[in-house]
T-cell receptor
Framework: QQQVKQSPQSLIVQKGGISIINCAYE??????FPWYQQFPGKGPALLIA?????SEKKEGRFTISFNKSAKQFSLHIMDSQPGDSATYFC????????????FGQGTELSVKP | DAGVTQSPTHLIKTRGQQVTLRCSPK?????VSWYQQALGQGPQFIFQ???????QRGNFPDRFSGHQFPNYSSELNVNALLLGDSALYLC???????????FGDGTRLSIL
C-alpha cells in the first residue's frame, strides 16, 4: 500500500536526447507527487511536483505526466545535458500526512556528450 | 537565505555507541522531518517534528528518537548503534508540515 516503484534503475542518454523515468504507486490516497534530483554528496533537491487534479506540468525542460487511472507518473527531461547527470527520485505523499514522503528506489541518469 | 543545515557532515562510530545529529531548518520553516538513505536507495521516513512534538513516525525502532527545540532546530538520536545504521541521514524542513520539503545535504554516518 505504501510502495512507490521506479524504473529504470539506470539510464544512459545522449546529449540533446529525452530522458524518461517512470514511477507507479499503489496507495490511491496519495495526492502529492514530487521529483527530486540528487548529486553525489548532496541532499535531494526538489525539481518539480504535481497534484492529481492535472495530467501534466511543465517547468523549463522538465515535464511530469500523471495518469491517475493507471496510478503512474513520469518525468521527462527534454534536451538532456551532461549537467543533468544525477540520481532522480520520485516520491508520493498524502497531504493529510504532510511530511511523510514515500520515495522510489532512484534512477541514475548519465547524459553522454 | 540559509537553507537547511546539518551537522556534522561525517561521523564514524562503533557498534553499541550512541549518536546525535543536528539540523537547522530553512528560514521561515517550522517543521522538521528526518530520513535515512542507505547507499543506492531512496530516503526512508524516520519521523517528523512540529511544535516540539513528534507528529508522525515511520517504521523505525525506538532506538531512533528525536527532539525539536523552540527555535525549530532538531536533533536525531540513535542508541545502541548497529552496522545496519550506516547511512546518510537527511533532514528536511517545511512550513506547517505542508509540501514542499527542502532537504539538507545530510550527515554520513559510518558504523564500524
Amino acid at each position: 500500500q505504501q510502495q512507490v516503484k521506479q524504473s529504470p534503475q539506470s539510464l544512459i542518454v545522449q546529449k540533446g536526447g529525452i530522458s524518461i523515468i517512470n514511477c507507479a504507486y499503489e496507495n490511491t490516497a496519495f495526492d502529492y507527487f514530487p521529483w527530486y534530483q540528487q548529486f553525489p554528496g548532496k541532499g535531494p533537491a526538489l525539481l518539480i511536483a504535481i497534484r492529481p487534479d492535472v495530467s501534466e506540468k511543465k517547468e523549463g525542460r522538465f515535464t511530469i505526466s500523471f495518469n491517475k487511472s493507471a496510478k503512474q507518473f513520469s518525468l521527462h527531461i527534454m534536451d538532456s545535458q551532461p549537467g543533468d547527470s544525477a540520481t532522480y527520485f520520485c516520491a508520493a505523499s498524502r497531504e493529510r500526512e504532510g511530511g511523510k514522503l514515500i520515495f522510489g528506489q532512484g534512477t541514475e541518469l548519465s547524459v553522454k556528450p | 537565505d540559509a537553507g537547511v543545515t546539518q551537522s556534522p557532515t561525517h561521523l564514524i562510530k562503533t557498534r553499541g555507541q550512541q549518536v546525535t545529529l543536528r539540523c537547522s531548518p530553512k528560514s521561515g520553516h517550522d517543521t522538521v522531518s528526518w530520513y535515512q538513505q542507505a547507499l543506492g536507495q531512496g530516503p526512508q521516513f524516520i519521523f517528523q517534528y512540529y511544535e516540539e512534538e513528534e507528529r508522525q513516525r515511520g517504521n523505525f525502532p525506538d532506538r531512533f528518537s528525536g527532539h525539536q527545540f523552540p527555535n525549530y532546530s532538531s536533533e536525531l538520536n540513535v542508541n545502541a548503534l548497529l552496522l545496519g545504521d550506516s547511512a546518510l541521514y537527511l533532514c528536511a524542513s517545511s512550513f506547517g508540515s505542508r509540501e514542499p520539503q527542502h532537504f539538507g545535504d545530510g550527515t554520513r554516518l559510518s558504523i564500524l
